[in-house]
């Protein structure tokens, strides 16, 4: 019974500190990250983004299962690699670029905003590509259509961001929540109040030891 109370107090430990490093983590990018011009953090070349609506969501009439980057739901945070700012260097990037890879983009409705889809056809050009971009969620009741990115045409402001190459629900959640103040008090201070209560427990509970050793002798 002691050894089974030892291995869940060590595994609640474990899944604490590591929710509180990450929390930590969260708040560092959030404070400290180089911040593009619409305010998203930016670590070595990648930009970390937060999806806001539900278009690249699992959708039963899109098949993903071959694609590197699967579905993603509202809320992940996904990491996009930066098209570099070389001319050269950008058109071998977009060389690389096959369908089915997911791109952030600026697009312009009424106004521009950011959106995350997947190439759906890609064509070469002379000076450099096509591509046009669809969402997942073929059910989503912001499904605008598809999109077309021409990178030939450096004038327009509909251009590409850069390419998702990862995604993580759980650094999405966490990021979410510490946007807002209650977010924040959970985030950070609930579990520093969690570890200060256990260690003082853990304390008093030795302090309680070493007093009946004490007594019995």
Not at 2 to 28: G, M, P, W
Not at 186 to 196: D, G, K, L, W
Request: hydrophobic letters at 40%; charged letters at 25%.
């Amino acid at each position: 019974m002691e050894k089974a109370n030892k291995i869940r107090d060590i595994v609640t430990n474990v899944l604490l500190y590591f929710f509180l490093a990450l929390c930590i983590l969260s708040l560092a990018i959030t404070i400290f990250a180089k911040k593009d011009s619409d305010g998203t953090a930016e670590v070595f070349g990648h930009q970390l983004r937060i999806i806001v609506s539900d278009s690249m969501d699992k959708c039963e009439l899109t098949d993903v299962s071959d694609f590197e980057i699967k579905s993603i739901p509202l809320r992940s945070m996904v990491f996009v690699e930066l098209v570099p700012d070389d001319p050269e260097e950008a058109y071998e990037w977009y060389s690389d670029l096959d369908e089915g890879d997911v791109l952030t983009f600026k697009y312009v409705y009424s106004t521009q905003i950011t959106i995350t889809h997947r190439i759906t056809e890609i064509k070469e050009k002379e000076g450099g590509f096509e591509i046009r971009l669809e969402g997942d969620n073929k059910n989503s009741e912001t499904n605008q259509g598809y999109q077309i990115i021409d990178t030939t045409d450096t004038d327009s402001m509909n251009y590409v961001v850069g390419k998702v190459v990862g995604q993580s629900k759980v650094f999405g959640f966490i990021l979410s929540i510490m946007k807002e103040p209650l977010g924040l008090i959970f985030a950070i201070i609930v579990p520093c109040t969690i570890v200060i209560i256990i260690e003082t427990i853990k304390i008093a509970s030795v302090i309680s030891e070493e007093k009946k050793k004490e007594a019995l002798r």
